[in-house]
């Protein structure tokens, strides 16, 4: 089946609404140089930083990568951290941010120690996370609701994108779940798949698509995949397997396997799965079927697999993995 390059250039006019927890990935940067006299570690002299939006945060990097205009619902904290990230998405063309709801408490952020050489990739030594100090406020979430309510008439599709923070709550679900009878709806969550029944596409990788099935992970994904579809209620199911590809499973019993895209030499994972949410919504909110959207996703989260750290996907890039794929953007 053919992927013609028009379909990526819509991309530009597509407007996606991102329901989730946004965080702050901070990367701090720096080489070994002595042992240390208090304990047997590496003492790590401190060279840079940078701070990236993550999980939801990054899902809408993607978008806006992609060209598309992007209205977030999110909360960020009155801190450092939601600062700067506020600073870094008002920075960018395309985005919506009155949807952004800011509270008094600290933004989630996760920190990663990387070290290494000059002349050498540095590895992630350790990572430390900043979690809620207490839950969202009822007027934070009153706040959220309204937004979204909002928002929903204007947007031609959602992503809800659920790290377990607190935002997507019940009540959110609720909206959402009435959004989708409209509305393209795909949700990307860790935890809470079994409570996002009623949607248009959920995309799980292949240890959260085995949990919510209830077997092993030895178990064939097929066997997963139509569990997953006799009880969710959903039009598809995109489970992403790394270096195994990608599995579609659709409402009417059929079921697509799309192998890897690009080599399986992977430099990083992080935030794949919020590339592959991206460019699947963009993919059905463009006018391509689940198993074109699913395609397009997995040459999208090739890319960002090859880049060190959190990463985004331009539209560029896609094309021109597309070609690679299968040929001048043919089948």
């Given at each position: 089946?053919?992927?013609?390059?028009?379909?990526?250039?819509?991309?530009?006019?597509?407007r996606?609404?991102?329901?989730?927890?946004?965080?702050?990935d901070?990367?701090?940067?720096?080489?070994p140089?002595?042992?240390?006299?208090?304990a047997?570690?590496v003492?790590?002299?401190?060279?840079?930083?940078?701070?990236?939006?993550g999980?939801a945060?990054?899902?809408?990097?993607?978008?806006?990568?992609?060209g598309?205009?992007?209205?977030?619902?999110?909360?960020?904290?009155?801190?450092?951290?939601?600062?700067?990230l506020?600073?870094?998405?008002?920075?960018?063309?395309?985005i919506?941010?009155?949807?952004?709801v800011?509270y008094?408490?600290m933004?989630?952020?996760?920190?990663?120690?990387?070290?290494?050489?000059t002349?050498?990739?540095?590895?992630?030594?350790?990572?430390?996370?900043?979690?809620?100090?207490?839950?969202?406020s009822t007027?934070?979430?009153a706040?959220?609701?309204?937004?979204?309510?909002?928002?929903?008439?204007?947007?031609?599709?959602?992503?809800?994108?659920?790290?377990?923070?607190?935002?997507?709550?019940?009540?959110?679900?609720?909206?959402?779940?009435?959004?989708a009878?409209?509305?393209?709806?795909?949700?990307?969550?860790?935890y809470?798949?079994a409570?996002?029944?009623?949607?248009?596409?959920?995309?799980?990788?292949e240890?959260?698509?085995?949990a919510?099935?209830?077997?092993?992970?030895?178990?064939?994904?097929?066997e997963?995949?139509r569990?997953?579809?006799?009880?969710?209620?959903?039009e598809a199911l995109?489970?992403?397997?790394?270096?195994?590809?990608?599995?579609?499973?659709?409402?009417?019993g059929?079921?697509?396997?799309i192998?890897?895209?690009g080599?399986?030499?992977?430099?990083?994972?992080t935030?794949a799965?919020d590339?592959?949410?991206?460019?699947?919504?963009?993919g059905?909110a463009?006018?391509?079927?689940?198993y074109?959207?699913a395609?397009i996703a997995?040459?999208?989260?090739?890319?960002v697999?090859?880049k060190?750290?959190t990463?985004v996907?331009?539209?560029?890039?896609?094309?021109?993995?597309?070609?690679e794929?299968?040929?001048?953007?043919g089948?």
């Amino acid at each position: 089946m053919e992927i013609r390059p028009e379909l990526i250039d819509r991309f530009r006019d597509r407007r996606i609404c991102v329901v989730g927890d946004v965080i702050a990935d901070i990367y701090i940067y720096g080489k070994p140089h002595k042992l240390s006299r208090e304990a047997p570690v590496v003492c790590v002299k401190y060279e840079q930083e940078s701070l990236c939006p993550g999980s939801a945060g990054n899902t809408i990097n993607n978008l806006l990568a992609l060209g598309a205009h992007v209205f977030p619902v999110a909360c960020v904290g009155r801190d450092e951290a939601g600062d700067r990230l506020m600073d870094h998405f008002s920075a960018a063309p395309n985005i919506e941010m009155g949807g952004f709801v800011r509270y008094d408490g600290m933004t989630v952020t996760k920190t990663r120690i990387l070290a290494g050489d000059t002349h050498t990739s540095k590895q992630q030594v350790i990572r430390i996370d900043r979690e809620m100090e207490a839950p969202l406020s009822t007027a934070c979430r009153a706040s959220l609701m309204k937004k979204l309510a909002e928002v929903a008439p204007a947007v031609d599709a959602v992503i809800m994108s659920d790290y377990e923070y607190g935002l997507i709550d019940a009540p959110i679900r609720a909206l959402i779940k009435d959004i989708a009878r409209e509305k393209i709806v795909v949700g990307d969550s860790r935890y809470n798949l079994a409570e996002f029944k009623g949607i248009t596409l959920i995309t799980p990788n292949e240890s959260e698509a085995y949990a919510l099935a209830g077997l092993g992970p030895g178990a064939p994904v097929e066997e997963a995949g139509r569990s997953i579809m006799g009880r969710m209620d959903v039009e598809a199911l995109l489970i992403t397997r790394g270096n195994k590809g990608m599995a579609l499973f659709l409402r009417d019993g059929q079921v697509r396997h799309i192998s890897i895209s690009g080599t399986d030499e992977i430099a990083d994972v992080t935030g794949a799965g919020d590339t592959v949410a991206a460019a699947v919504t963009l993919g059905l909110a463009s006018g391509a079927d689940f198993y074109t959207a699913a395609r397009i996703a997995n040459c999208a989260a090739g890319v960002v697999v090859m880049k060190r750290g959190t990463a985004v996907v331009t539209a560029e890039e896609l094309k021109a993995v597309i070609g690679e794929e299968y040929g001048s953007m043919g089948a």
